[in-house]
């Protein structure tokens, strides 16, 4: 009976033990604390998140890195850290995140100058270009463009601003309508230029609002046209663009332009 009673304990001891291990390695596991993470952004609390998304980068988590590099990035937990946020990327690229190349790739490029490496950040857009990145490929393109980071080329700009326009994305429209207006590395064609600047701008890129203006006001691949000028100037002026502005920018993820003070 005591034996009996010996090996009953023991066995209750050692399912208490497993069962302390098993919510253990659950409570510690990374997508807990992505889980976590979520909640506190939920509540509002971005801090806490940054410090969930942490532990679970910690633990191997690429959903946890890339987190951790986007708040490092934005400084939205209120710590911004390029430094921080490229370390968390280059772990999250090492575990096959695209985006983290191409990430790592922005910020070289457009951060700060402690943090900018051009001809780096080319590197890493050619990478997720490679890997069917349409933002990536305009990047490259702008860089091959700029020559910061790449001998300047029109032409290879041009003919990856082509294959990115002929996917819809809407700033290698404009940068071939420039290009296609002045004729640096493809044939001159102010019509082209047109055509491009139309698309877009219907697509309410302000850039090429503010172009085709110029091109109505000019009589470039259009007949000139003062009042439809206007018209499209006042549209970019309502997105705070002008002449200004008129700069070459790379593309964030979403394609959008990543302009001064962005990164």
Do not use: C
């Not at 009953?8 to 302390?20: E, N, P, T």
């Not at 309508?177 to 047109?194: D, M, Y």
């Not at 110029?214 to 691949?221: M, Q």
């Amino acid at each position: 009976m005591k034996k009996n009673f010996k090996t009953s304990l023991f066995v209750i001891l050692i399912i208490g033990v497993i069962g302390s291990i098993v919510y253990y390695r659950q409570a510690t596991s990374p997508e807990t604390y992505v889980a976590k993470a979520k909640e506190f952004e939920q509540a509002g609390r971005l801090d806490e998140a940054l410090g969930e998304y942490l532990k679970a980068a910690e633990k191997g988590s690429l959903e946890g890195r890339m987190a951790a590099g986007d708040y490092y990035k934005t400084g939205a937990a209120g710590e911004k850290n390029l430094f921080e946020a490229l370390r968390m990327y280059k772990l999250a690229a090492a575990d096959g995140s695209t985006r983290a190349l191409f990430e790592q790739g922005v910020i070289l490029f457009a951060g700060p100058t402690e943090v900018a490496d051009h001809a780096q950040a080319a590197k890493f857009f050619e990478m997720a270009a490679e890997q069917g990145v349409t933002a990536a490929k305009v990047n490259l393109g702008t860089i091959y463009a700029s020559g910061y980071g790449l001998e300047q080329s029109y032409e290879k700009a041009g003919e990856l601003w082509e294959e990115a326009a002929q996917l819809g994305q809407n700033m290698a429209k404009y940068y071939l309508a420039v290009i296609s207006l002045t004729g640096w590395g493809v044939v001159q064609s102010p019509q082209r230029a047109f055509e491009l600047a139309s698309d877009s701008a219907e697509s309410g890129l302000p850039q090429s609002q503010y172009l085709l203006g110029l091109l109505y006001a000019n009589g470039l691949g259009a007949e000139m046209n003062d009042e439809v000028a206007e018209q499209w100037f006042q549209k970019a002026a309502d997105q705070n663009w002008s002449s200004l502005n008129a700069t070459m920018h790379i593309v964030d993820w979403e394609g959008k332009p990543v302009l001064a003070g962005d990164v």
